[in-house]
């Protein structure tokens, strides 16, 4: 964090949209460091690197990959409480083409011994993740399309697949919670070149969505039109063009997002797997300094939103905190984090110092 | 003539999504009634009440929520933390009464605290709620980890047990007939105390005026003088004190506190509401609605579990897609009623946008229906045979009785030898099935009058133990709930012997109390054993 300081101003490190999130980290890390011995402790096995850190950024993943759709669906100023079930509507679609026993019509006969061979699959790969990403990138398109062609506010056009959606993956697995046995997909979210592989993938798409919105002017469009969607469609943007853009690119990250939290279960759980992580995700996004009510936004302030709520997490567990106590220590947290960038606290602050100048 | 009936029908449009819903949840009780003879029964209409009264109550306070433009995400934490909270009371010793009074006041203070943090503090009602409900949920666990039971509290007895019967459908004397329970009753009150307050009192109006717009009346409310930050405390708090009730309504129902029972309730309270024709921009809406929104909800349930063949995911479906018809019909109604708006004014340019809208919609609306009636036809198809032949014999059954639990020939079987013991009472036709899964493959069921028998692969047995076990069976997270079944729900008893364990588990369906694993091992088991004659 200190390299971040140099060269710039303090009020120019303050007011940037990075600086909360940072501090956010910093003083989670500061606190492992002070409570937690060892907390930093990285090691190496088969030069892949192990450690508490990593972990968080692992674990992380899939509410990274969710924030970064999730950011330029509220900088259009809507929201997407999808999310989760689309998720679980990949993760169905892809493990029900890896192991479609469910089905139970139609297979080959010997098909339990294929079973229990590690390296076999009813499709090839390359379709299983193909096909699971079109289901979500529908799923985007579905809701895209409500929103800015039906004009229902997103809240309640999210809504109704973030209902549906979680019925609609059990239907597809049938109700079972289908286990995978193809160790390649495994590899998704379990394996490691150096790092874990799950973090290539969101840096993969962070540089995709980031030369998407900063280096075309898509970026600047979706603040226009989460700033004042009126005035963006007089000044002849597309608006409905751009919310449904950022409805199906966030269907996409949750798609992603769905086939990583699957294949570190090794299972796809129709009915929990992704359950709540829409509210995590939103809650990466507003610690990443986005408003709810749109305009602009930071991808990488997001991620570190992310890692924030991860951290927590992770620490605690440290401490020795029970998984139970986790939630009411969580909503604590987010309070304080949420009031930190409140105006009334920013004004009262303000307040206060400048009548001990005064005095 | 017409002239009046057109001025009747302008006056009162504002009407017509309620009028919607209530026609809606009408025609599809009365569908379900030629379908199946059981749902004729009155009281299958009275339990309709009586399963949801915790629903109903949550979503009354949700409305006045929602009608402020705000949304409470905490409704599920707190009906939790009621349950477990005043189940431990209990188990100390406190009085029923005492404890009720303190489970209110506990949720009428978590509401005003979040309710100051979205009036003073401006956050988002999303973000302070969510909050609220990871807080009020890691509280229960705070408060114990296991479920439960409440004994011996004379009070939840009496609450939970008192029969009020119906006039005109039951006999007095001898206390037999149609019923409802106190719960029901307390949220039919207070529907009525909150219709009340929502249009007649200035309090109402207040609530009114602030919703809607996207904010911008919440200014104009503030402009003019309305108490709007006193007003949203006060909104807030009612409903926490509407989930605190619904948590005790839903602990006198199950008679037991977990921290995971309504887990994810506060969606079906919000797509209650949404059905009931309120808006979620707030300022739009009617009280009594939420009424129908509930019946809606109850009924999708009942007429899943009258059908039998339909499992229970669909409810999450068919409420999904009634959403998005509700939507569609009430973004239709605002289209028009702002066209009408600019028609009065300066003159409409963008005539365009309705008819591009309903184009939207229709063909939206196409594509689900097509899609649907193919998954239908292709789930329904197979049981259609069984299910009308089944249906006649059910007319006559009407008051069959619950069949009580074959305990000691369970105890028997499992000593004899059989790994799995599964028995499934109830439904809408009174079955009493139980079977035996034998490590050899063997499998027999029985219905008291009819035996089966069918054989599966060893192999197929062991997974299934094996599947059982990794689902935590043993652990516990697998804890047993029960509450006296609706007359068209089925409870299950599950025995399970494997690597020297043995562990019986029971729950009812049509609850929200079982652990979800619960029902996917019900699932397994299902799926593997024959099907006896006289079930569907």
Redesign the interface.
Known sequence: MSTFKSGFSLRKVTESRLFFPFVALALILLFDLIAVPGFFRISTRDGNLYGNLIDIVRNASTVSLLAIGMTLVIATGGVDLSVGAVMAIAASVAALLMNPYVLATELPPNIQEMMNDPYFTYQPLWVVILAALAVSIICGLWNGILVAYGRIQPMVATLILMTAGRGIAQLITNGVRIQIFYEPYAFIGQGWIILPFSLYLVAIVFAVAWLLTRKTAIGMFIESVGTNARSSFFSGIGEKKIKLLAYTFCGLTAGIAGLVASSNIKTSDAFNLGQTKELDAILAVVIGGTLMSGGRFSLLASIVGAWVIQAITTSMYAVGVPAFALQAIKAVVVIFVILLYSEQVKNFVQKVTAQKKEA | MIGRIRTLISNSQRFIPVAATALLALSAYGLGAAFYPGMRDPQVFFNLFRNNAYLLISAIGMTLVILTGG?D?SVSGVMALTTVAAAALLREGWNGWLVILTMLVMGMILGAVMGS?IA?????P???T??????A??????IS?DAIAIKDSRVYTILGQTRILIPGLSDPVAQTGDYVTIPAVVGLLLLAVVMYIAHYTRFGRTIYAIGGNEGRNEVSAQLMGLPVQTTKVLVYTFNGFCSALAGIALSIFVLSGH?LYAN?AE?DV??AV?MGGTM??GGEGYVFGTLFGVMIFGITQTLIQFNGSL?S?????V???L??IF??VQ?ALS?RKGRRRRAKGAGGPIMGVQR??IL??GG?GVIVVVILSV?LFNVIQPPTGDASTDSTPTAGSASCEFQPYRRDEAAALAEEGAVIVYERNGGPNCIDELYAIYPDGRIVGDNGETTVEREVPPEEVDRLLANIAEYGWFTDEMYNTWHTPCKQCYGYYLTVVYDGQEKTVRGVDGGTDAP?DYW?VI??VKGIVPELPSTQ
């Open positions: 949304i995400l943090f003073y503090m401006k956050v988002q999303f973000i302070a969510l909050a609220g409900m990871w807080f949920r890691g509280m229960c666990f705070f980890d921290g994810g969606l919000i797509a949404v979620l921009t499992s995911w669909w409810t999450r479906i409420i999904g897609v959403m998005l939507i569609g973004s289209a591009r809208r939207t919609f939206v998954i979800a996917q699932s397994l």
